[in-house]
């Protein structure tokens, strides 16, 4: 994480937190960086110096204006006129820190053989819920190297259960015997 990213996305949630907008700028900066991001020739756009100020963040508010919040769309015009438009996804991702923290969410990333059923999902979130004590965040990628089981990291903590790593213990063990 940059430092501008830090400081602006820290900045915009100290604001929307003094107006009780939290939760709806969350939303509206995930938004924002799909729209913007969606387009790498957008993007490049954007950050083109060659292109004036007063085009590329008329072309934020084309893109945003009447569908996002004013202090999400001048964030937005803010970044692009400093050039820095590409620092937008790790602004977001600040400020998801500053409300997950805000607001007691633990955000929990599942690795999986195979897609979750929604009973599995729900059923992982109230456990993982109960032995925190906290809100599950929970983000679910399906890597079919992990071959069955699940793998979680939570707070820095990565808990392996898959078949994969359990092979390749299997494999240290069966290399460390003498014959």
Do not use: W
């Not at 999902?121 to 993982?128: A, D, S, T």
């Not at 808990?159 to 994969?164: A, I, M, Q, R, Y």
């Amino acid at each position: 994480m940059t430092d501008l990213a830090k400081r602006y996305g820290d900045s915009l949630y100290d604001l929307a937190a003094e107006e009780h907008l939290e939760k709806q700028l969350l939303d509206e900066l995930d938004c924002a960086v799909e729209c913007i991001f969606s387009e790498p020739g957008y993007v490049k756009l954007l950050s083109t110096p060659s292109v004036p100020k007063a085009e590329r963040t008329a072309l934020l508010d084309e893109a945003l204006g009447g569908q996002m919040h004013p202090y999400t769309v001048n964030f937005a015009k803010l970044l692009c006129e400093a050039g820095a438009i590409r620092e937008l996804p790790a602004c977001a991702r600040e400020y998801r820190i500053r409300y997950n923290k805000a607001n007691g969410i633990l955000e929990v990333s599942a690795v999986t053989a195979v897609p979750l059923s929604d009973a599995a999902r729900e059923k992982l979130v109230e456990k993982l819920s109960a032995r925190t004590g906290r809100q599950i965040d929970l983000t679910v990628r399906v890597d079919p190297a992990v071959l069955g089981g699940i793998r979680l990291d939570l707070a820095g903590t990565r808990l392996d259960g898959t078949v994969s790593r359990r092979l390749e213990e299997l494999r240290a063990e069966i290399s460390n015997v003498v014959l």
